[in-house]
């Protein structure tokens, strides 16, 4: 508005009715499962199945379930919440720093990075525990160097060895041996002191790794042709080669080692920290960021958390220890567990993830089998609006059930009640293990829920992504079962979506029922999933007329938003026809009275094609087409 004038002006107002409401919805899977890494009931977003090795491990056979139904998500899109499910029954593994050897520390539980924040005075015993809790934490070893007699030291001058004075030649010929004789000076000398095993050599400027240390000699990894006293021995830290020089004076040098290949290969390092301070708090980096050692470890680290007791600086040797004491909690993880994960999904503002893949969640053909089903459809899915849950039956359902399949799968339909905001299959799939050379049988949620992903990126959530072209699986050496026709007609009456194999087409799904066990257009996924869009996307924009007056400026503001986002579903096939009310019929005196807004969308979805007929007519040679055309 201009400027107030006492005289005739011409005053300029802008009115900005010009807001559009995006379509756009994510297609992020969220899941909750046993593995064996990572933070516990923390949900973390995962790219794809790369990155759920590199966050949650490997498979095997505690978790394999679990792994691989996220997997099969991950085989047809990018993008899942992830949690990992745990209980204080779990351990982390920690070491404390001894001067030679590590020492096992008491049992700590650290489920997470909240966890840690919360309990950081439960680590005032220990050096160090694994970041996550289980048994993969053992997998873990540390060497630590805290000074340069540790980094590299000369064998010629130190006191209480003697290498050198041997001369190597025995007579007239050179010896060629993996064995380097040495003896100890000094009454308390003991030969761990100075060197072990994984340490290195310097001959005369020829690396020797150290492969044993027994009581007078040293066995080294290549022969050693030994033709003079040698003019120098030095003795150098395994993994002296990863940093420029020595520890600086107060501090030391940290390495991660996975000794069993858990991570990557056996023996990689995963990690370095040079110069962690050990006594002075206020040591920095050049870009200012603390070098003391708790604060270095705690901000960088990927698998270790630091407590409270600091490296011992009085050894000759470099401490190299594994870390112990990690324990899973698989006999005491159960349904209880499973909940608790999957409850962190109900805050809908935080995890925007319209595809709840529940994996094993019906263990059995009765209601105690159910209950976790029935937890993510009505606690979770019900309760958010804006998410569907997909199923599969339990596996004794479709497995060596011959004959059964079809009224098992019927049964356990039975146990979930009604609802347009979940799915069912029919299967389980055979798939090849590739982390552990094997074959699992596997739900087909995670695989159903990754086609509806893939289809929202490739068409758009409102088109069932059933059939011969959208509807085509993965990754399947066999089904439990293949539903035949007669199969099949039992099934989808009964809201369970068929799984299996054309002869032409291969794996598919063939058919796109929710489970609302009623004939309403709600009963298909694909306009459930057109309402969710739509709701979702106007109640979001619909936040900015709060607090605005019910007159009409802003019913005309709301039909104004509301009709591009419905134009748009039209044109790209979501609906046929469309009307928007927000006019004083609806917005009556009582209801502006009562600092309420009333708008009103009518529309008419798409019906996806569940049957196909053709008539073949037949007529005679001397009838027209026009005479028969309509008549059949």
Not at 124 to 151: F, H, M, R
Not at 407 to 420: D, E, F, P
Request: proline fraction near 4%; charged fraction near 20%; hydrophobic fraction near 40%.
């Amino acid at each position: 508005m201009g400027a107030f004038s006492l005289s005739p002006s011409v005053n300029v107002r802008e009115v900005d009715l010009s807001a559009v409401i995006s379509s756009a919805t994510s297609s992020l899977g969220a899941y909750a499962g046993k593995f064996n890494w990572g933070p516990v009931n923390e949900p973390t977003l995962i790219a794809d199945e790369t990155s759920l090795v590199r966050q949650f491990g490997y498979p095997n056979d505690y978790n394999a379930t679990d792994f691989f139904t996220i997997a099969s998500f991950f085989a047809y899109t990018s993008g899942a919440w992830v949690t990992r499910i745990g209980n204080s029954q779990m351990k982390n593994a920690g070491l404390i720093f001894g001067q030679t050897n590590p020492v096992t520390p008491p049992a700590r539980t650290i489920i997470n990075a909240n966890d840690f924040t919360d309990n950081r005075e439960l680590l005032n015993d220990v050096s160090v525990i694994a970041k996550y809790p289980g048994i993969t934490g053992n997998a873990l070893s540390i060497s630590i160097c805290t000074s340069v007699e540790q980094y590299h030291l000369d064998l010629s001058t130190a006191d209480g060895v003697t290498l050198p004075k041997f001369n190597f030649k025995n007579g007239a010929s050179a010896i060629r041996s993996k064995e380097i004789p040495y003896t100890l000076t000094g009454s308390a000398t003991k030969i761990d002191d100075f060197i072990r095993i994984g340490d290195y050599l310097i001959i005369d400027n020829v690396r020797y790794y150290i492969a044993d240390v027994q009581i007078d000699k040293i066995v080294v990894d290549r022969i050693y042709i030994g033709s003079a006293t040698p003019s120098e021995i030095v003795r150098q830290w395994k993994y002296s080669s990863e940093f420029a020089s020595p520890p600086k004076t107060n501090s030391f040098h940290l390495v991660v080692i996975d000794t069993v290949g858990y991570f990557q290969q056996a023996g990689s390092i995963l990690e370095t920290f040079a110069d962690l301070s050990i006594t002075d708090k206020s040591a920095a980096d050049a870009q200012g960021q603390s070098l003391y050692w708790t604060d270095a470890i705690n901000r960088k680290s990927a698998y270790l958390y630091a407590g409270a007791i600091a490296p011992n600086t009085n050894a000759k040797s470099a401490f190299v220890g594994p870390l112990t004491g990690g324990t899973d909690s698989s006999a005491t993880v159960g349904l209880d567990e499973y909940i608790a994960a999957y409850s962190l999904y109900t805050n809908s503002e935080v995890y925007d993830a319209p595809l709840l893949i529940s994996g094993n969640a019906i263990t059995t053909n009765d209601a105690s089998g159910a209950v976790l089903a029935n937890y993510l459809i009505y606690s979770i899915a019900e309760m958010r609006k804006d998410m569907i849950t997909f199923i599969s039956p339990p596996l004794e359902a479709v497995l060596n059930n011959r004959g059964k399949e079809a009224i098992s799968c019927v049964k356990a339909r039975q146990l979930l009640g009604s609802s347009s905001y979940a799915t069912m299959d029919c299967n389980w799939k055979y798939m090849y293990d590739k982390y552990n050379d094997t074959f699992r049988w596997i739900p087909m949620n995670g695989d159903i829920a990754g086609l509806y992903a893939r289809n929202d990126r490739e068409r758009d959530a409102w088109i069932s992504a059933a059939g011969t072209t959208k509807g085509r699986l993965k990754n399947i050496v066999k089904f439990a079962w293949n539903p035949d026709k007669t199969a099949r007609d039992v099934l989808y009456p009964a809201d369970i979506n068929p799984v299996f194999s054309l002869p032409v087409a291969g794996p598919v799904l063939f058919g796109d029922k929710t489970l609302l066990g009623k004939n309403t257009a709600l009963s298909r996924i694909n306009v459930r999933r057109l309402l969710i869009i739509l709701e979702k996307a106007i109640a979001t924009a619909a936040l900015d007329l709060l607090f605005e007056f019910n007159d009409e400026f802003t019913q005309r503001k709301f039909i104004s938003m509301v009709d591009p986002l419905l134009k748009d579903a039209k044109n790209r096939r979501g609906l046929t026809a469309y009307k928007i009310v927000a006019d004083s019929t609806v917005n009556t005196p009582q209801i502006i009275q009562n600092n309420s807004f009333v708008g009103q969308i009518y529309i008419k979805p798409q019906y996806s094609i569940n049957e196909i007929r053709l008539d073949f007519v037949v007529i005679n040679a001397s009838a027209s087409f026009e005479e028969v055309v309509g008549s059949v």
